[in-house]
């Protein structure tokens, strides 16, 4: 079973901090990679793409590493509002009757983070 | 655009009832889906849909049923609930342009309890 593995967390951090989240994939056959964003009951929200060359957004900074599968995110300077849950998440390969290039989502149970005052 | 809308937002069914989850997208995606998240789980995928008339079971497909009419419409059907099946309950959809298991935007879930 194909699975996406996350720190457990949770990590309780300072504002200005600087934090790290890692996450390893099962499928190599995986082509895209992404991190979510979930805040307490409410749905998740793409928080950014990972591409292979490793991408940055403001404070936030997304590395992948194929030949590990390894996916990492970097939050700078850490905010009170980057409290949530941040998710990891894979497509993958669905087979199915909708195609042999049908693909989905897999998700990892997420790392939640707390910024503290 | 309202985007992804989910209904009810709250449900309390007693076992064996039966209900459907309502979800509706404006944004003309051909794709659509339907996950489950358990406290402390990930999200799961039940079943989705790549288009008007196409369903496919995902990881979790037992105990649910979908159908796709329209393009905007993707409603969910528990036909015997159990207390299994309580959870929340996320449907989402993506860009056509951007093919299977690309970027997905939700609706803002579904909290059903049954008991």
């Known amino acids: 079973r194909k699975e996406v593995e996350q720190d457990p967390g949770p990590f309780n951090v300072p504002e200005g901090a600087t934090v790290a989240f890692n996450c390893t994939y099962s499928?190599?056959?995986?082509?895209?990679f992404f991190w979510y964003r979930q805040d307490c009951r409410k749905e998740p929200k793409l928080l950014m793409s990972?591409?292979?060359s490793g991408n940055e957004d403001g404070r936030f900074t997304a590395q992948l590493n194929r030949a590990s599968q390894y996916i990492s995110l970097l939050i700078r300077d850490s905010k009170l509002s980057d409290s949530a849950t941040y998710l990891c998440?894979?497509?993958?390969?669905?087979?199915?009757?909708?195609?042999?290039?049908?693909?989905?989502?897999?998700f990892g149970k997420g790392t939640k983070l707390s910024v503290i005052p | 655009n309202a985007g992804v809308t989910q209904t009810p937002k709250f449900r309390i069914l007693k076992i064996g009832q039966s209900m459907t989850l309502q979800c509706t997208q404006d944004?003309?995606?051909?794709?659509m889906y339907w996950y489950r998240q358990d406290p402390g789980m990930g999200l799961k995928l039940i079943y989705y849909?790549?288009?008007?008339?196409?369903?496919d079971k995902g990881e979790v497909p037992n105990g649910y049923n979908v159908s796709r009419s329209t393009t905007e419409d993707f409603p969910l059907r528990l036909e015997l609930a159990a207390p299994s099946q309580t959870s929340v309950y996320f449907c989402?959809?993506?860009?056509?342009?951007?093919?299977?298991?690309?970027?997905?935007?939700f609706g803002p879930g579904t909290r059903l309890l049954v008991l």
């Open positions: 990972v591409y292979s």
């Open positions: 499928n190599s056959a995986s082509q895209s």
């Open positions: 998440v894979v497509n993958e390969p669905s087979g199915g009757v909708s195609g042999a290039g049908s693909y989905q989502l897999t």
């Open positions: 944004m003309n995606h051909n794709y």
């Open positions: 849909s790549v288009g008007a008339g196409i369903t």
């Open positions: 989402a959809s993506s860009d056509p342009g951007q093919g299977l298991g690309e970027t997905q935007y």
